[in-house]
């Protein structure tokens, strides 16, 4: 899947800045790099929110295409428009060789025996916070529950 977005450089700070560039249409972003400073950038939203429809997956790996260089990174914040939900800001955090750290979520398979009986499926954590290669960040966790009986539990280190 096609997750490469074009990204721009911008000098403008502020919100007037920020205010003409979503007139022209793009989203002000900033990319914050692993050892370098952090860059300002615009970003056209449509082309975002489209990857964020067809993964549905926050932990997506965007390659910004940043005037010919090619930046792996994910994204941290995604301001919206409380009324609207229009994109308004994004942050991007570089990743690169040392692990990241990402909330993956929890899914459950089948329904528990014990539910037969009378008893209910409490599940305490539905994310476990992973930390590993950007290139092996896991969609989710499935955890097979068909066997529990009533007081069962599966911990997350298992």
């Given at each position: ?57 926050r932990n997506t ?29 994004v942050d991007f ?26 008893g209910r499926l ?37």
């Open positions: 899947m096609d997750t490469e977005i074009a990204a721009i450089k911008r000098t403008g700070k502020g919100k007037g800045a920020a205010r003409k560039l979503r007139a022209a249409g793009k989203v002000p972003a900033v990319l914050y790099g692993i050892e370098e400073q952090a860059v300002a950038l615009a970003i056209d939203p449509e082309a975002l929110i489209d990857i964020f429809q067809k993964t549905r997956d790996i965007i390659q910004l295409d940043i005037e010919g260089a090619k930046v792996p990174t994910l994204v941290r914040e995604a301001q919206r428009h409380p009324v609207s939900r229009v994109l308004l800001h955090q570089q990743v690169g060789e040392k692990p990241v750290q990402v909330m993956v979520p929890v899914t459950t398979i089948g329904k528990p025996v014990g539910a037969v009986f009378g409490r599940l305490i954590r539905r994310e476990l916070r992973v930390s590993c290669s950007y290139e092996k960040i896991p969609a989710h966790f499935e955890v097979d529950i068909g066997s529990m009986n009533v007081g069962d539990m599966v911990k997350a280190s298992e």
